[in-house]
């Protein structure tokens, strides 16, 4: 339907906006359908979520706004915002014949950008073009503020410098933000200053958030207060507010993810609508390790887009619930978050070597541990800056002890809980086995499926199993040398976003370039970055419009992150990635992608990963 | 009945669907919705709703049926049939709607039962008076323009 990248309403905007409708009731489809029309609009309908998803997968760039009934027969309507939201980073407008103060509230929650109560007025229909120029501006801002654009061409040729910026394109508002805080964090202000700063957005990098989640576990989740945490998680900077708005998130999150555990269990299979968010957080976790290896612990920002990501220990459940609810966590989580995350990682990653010194600044204050590993890492992990930092804030409990073992942060994940995670890694290095896999768009809710299949890698796999998962593999491989493995394996997500919308699926695209790039497990990062950069010039190259295409790109990387796993699908989609031995240049890249989701793993995966994030 | 005679039929059958709480204004955004492309457009959607909306009233039916009731999921039917009627501004309707689902809140199943005839009965009135409206509407000719408020 839609036409490719470039965004039709150029000139006459609002003109030929993009939407796309998603309803069980025909005869209000066809309502809303004639109503959009009226307004100039270019409408598509769809009576399923199921199909509304698969559209908007297959066509990162296809749409500019959703909207969509919070009653549908297939999927909750939340459940399907959450992964927009996460995946695609698009507006989502609800709308309901509920008008109830719950419903609303816990539709603003989830991240929709406005509750319509049905019958629509036209006009209400008219105006919703703001939400999407809204989100515009504040790509921009956060390119601008990165210099995204040219952080993707350094991505690409595996400078680290990967801008944050470029991964704005793809985060829009959820990452400007963070984008901002970054920045702030990226210049070696630390998070001291964004703590000191008031308001200052925090970036929950992998690092942070492994920390957070540590400490969370350590308390008991049923005893868990803001306070407590905070004081266990010893990081100077944070503030009780900071932490206390993110166990809120953490805990949506880890609400989210039991819902989906019953279901899908598995990675495989589980659809992992909500992420679980134990899996994301094992996955981040994991890939937090990784990243943070590399990166540095690259700007402990990381946002893991889902906060969760950050080392979430995967709740045990299913192992692949845990990668898929890591990343789905992330995802899941105000999808700014994910393309918050990302931007962070990006921003991570690209400056990498910038990160390096900045981020390890950062990192340092909140991964304390790995700094040397990071700081090894960082430098490779440039890219994985941004992941590292998430992810090291996850292997930074890893790291620190494993560090070089490379595997540190998988076997920290799953120590975690994250069972599932370590499998990732393994997995990873096989990851990307399911190397068809790639997949991972394709299902993003199966993506999960693919991750499953994928962790059972665990270990083996990450050894570079397949290229895909390079980073992975470097990472078994690497054990000693590093566990910096660059995120790439997540990159080599990106790799898979053969130009961009390659959903997902591209894990074996992906996972194959950015393998073959990576082929250095120390710079796993690199191997990431390697993907990543091939999926970063996918991306780029995919996305016809700049912005568009980034956060296709990203967004491609993310699930083509077979790699990475970025399927982040939300689900664990991105996990499927990993599977993607091959792909897994980036082999954390499974952990990463649900943790990358922003994060590309290695910097110049990273390039690539940080793309597939943003595409999240 | 000549031109003038018919649209003027016309109008006096809709005004009276508003006076006698049938419709309500969702009905009139219907109408600014149809154009030249759509020049039945409002017919379209009210035979779209009444079809979709028997198939509803079945499975409501089957679930009223049932023992022991499950409220909450005819809780669930009635707010999908609710949502579906507000699409034509079916106002009597959605009113028993409404209230149906208070009883359902209230595990009052005897109030559903009662509810429910009542509801179909709206629903199947309203059936018949849109028919006739559109019925003249189309003989009193295009001019009509499907009533728009003069």
Request: proline content about 4%.
């Amino acid at each position: 339907m839609d036409s490719s990248f470039s965004s039709p309403r150029n000139d006459s905007f609002p003109a030929g906006l993009r939407v796309l409708v998603v309803d069980d009731d025909p005869t209000w489809l066809k309502i809303l359908e004639k109503m959009l029309k009226k307004c100039s609009y270019e409408v598509t309908t769809c009576g399923l979520a199921r199909d509304a998803l698969n559209l908007l997968r297959e066509k990162k760039d296809g749409y500019d706004i959703v909207v969509s009934d919070v009653n549908m027969p297939d999927m909750d309507g939340f459940k399907l915002l959450e992964h927009v939201g996460l995946e695609m980073d698009l507006p989502v407008i609800m709308m309901s014949v509920d008008g109830e103060t719950s419903r609303v509230m816990k539709g603003v929650q989830h991240g929709a950008c406005d509750y319509l109560l049905k019958p629509i007025r036209m006009k209400e229909l008219r105006n919703i073009w703001q939400h999407v120029f809204r989100k515009k501006i504040h790509e921009i801002r956060d390119i601008e503020s990165h210099e995204s654009i040219e952080g993707i061409q350094l991505i690409r040729n595996g400078s680290d410098q990967y801008d944050e910026g470029y991964f704005f394109s793809a985060e829009d508002l959820a990452s400007s933000r963070k984008r901002k805080d970054v920045d702030s964090k990226y210049d070696d202000k630390d998070f001291s200053d964004c703590s000191s700063t008031k308001k200052a957005r925090v970036v929950w990098s992998v690092d942070l958030h492994q920390k957070f989640v540590k400490a969370v576990h350590q308390i008991g989740f049923d005893k868990v207060g803001p306070k407590k945490i905070l004081d266990l998680m010893n990081v100077p900077w944070l503030t009780r507010e900071n932490v206390a708005s993110h166990l809120q998130k953490y805990r949506l999150y880890l609400s989210r993810l039991q819902k989906e555990n019953d279901i899908k269990s598995s990675f495989g299979g589980t659809k992992h609508s909500d992420y679980s968010s134990k899996d994301l957080q094992g996955i981040l976790s994991v890939q937090n390790s990784i990243n943070i290896q590399q990166n540095d612990v690259a700007h402990g920002s990381y946002r893991f887009s889902g906060n969760n990501l950050v080392a979430q220990n995967a709740d045990p459940k299913s192992n692949e619930g845990d990668i898929k609810g890591i990343v789905s966590e992330p995802v899941a989580e105000p999808k700014k978050g994910t393309t918050g995350n990302i931007p962070d990682s990006q921003k991570t990653r690209s400056s990498q070597m910038d990160f390096n010194s900045s981020y390890a600044e950062t990192k340092k204050g909140l991964v304390g541990n790995v700094p040397d590993s990071q700081k090894i890492r960082s430098s490779q992990m440039r890219v994985n800056h941004s992941f590292a930092s998430v992810e090291s804030e996850v292997n930074l409990t890893a790291f620190d002890s494993t560090i070089p073992a490379t595997y540190s942060w998988n076997q920290i994940q799953l120590e975690k809980e994250h069972k599932p995670l370590i499998q990732l890694n393994n997995g990873f290095s096989k990851p990307l086995l399911p190397g068809p896999q790639h997949h991972f768009q394709a299902d993003q809710l199966q993506s999960i499926p693919s991750i499953s299949s994928r962790p059972s890698i665990p270990g083996g796999d990450v050894t570079g199993s397949s290229k895909s998962k390079p980073s992975y593999s470097e990472y078994t491989n690497h054990h000693g040398s590093r566990v910096s493995p660059t995120i790439s394996p997540t990159i080599s997500a990106t790799d898979s976003f053969p130009g961009q919308t390659k959903s997902c699926v591209v894990d074996h695209q992906v996972s194959e370039t950015i393998s073959t790039s990576t082929s250095n497990m120390k710079n796993q990062g690199i191997n990431l970055s390697t993907d990543l950069e091939s999926a970063h010039r996918n991306l780029i190259l995919g996305s016809t419009s700049p912005f568009a295409s980034l956060d296709d790109e990203f967004q491609i990387c993310w699930y083509q992150g077979d790699c990475y796993g970025m399927n982040l699908e939300l689900q664990n989609v991105e996990f499927s990635e990993y599977t993607d031995p091959t792909h897994v240049t980036e082999v954390p890249a499974h952990l990463y992608d649900a943790l990358r989701f922003e994060y590309p793993c290695d910097p110049s995966e990273y390039s690539v990963l940080d793309q597939g994030l943003f595409i999240a | 009945m000549d031109k003038n005679q018919s649209r003027r039929q016309v109008r006096l059958m809709r005004q009276s669907l508003f006076d006698q709480g049938f419709l309500d204004e969702q009905f009139i955004q219907l109408e600014e919705l149809q154009d030249d492309s759509n020049p039945n457009f409002v017919e379209e959607i009210a035979t779209s709703y009444y079809r979709d909306s028997y198939r509803s009233l079945q499975a409501i039916e089957l679930a009223l049926e049932k023992t022991p009731r499950d409220f909450s999921k005819l809780d669930s039917y009635m707010h999908q049939f609710k949502g579906s009627s507000s699409s034509i501004g079916a106002k009597k309707v959605k009113a028993e709607c409404q209230q149906f689902r208070e009883y359902c809140d209230a595990g009052n199943g005897e109030g559903c039962m009662r509810t429910f005839q009542a509801l179909k009965k709206e629903h199947a009135t309203l059936k018949k008076r849109l028919e006739a409206y559109f019925q003249m509407a189309r003989q009193a000719g295009p001019i009509e323009a499907a009533c728009r408020p003069k």
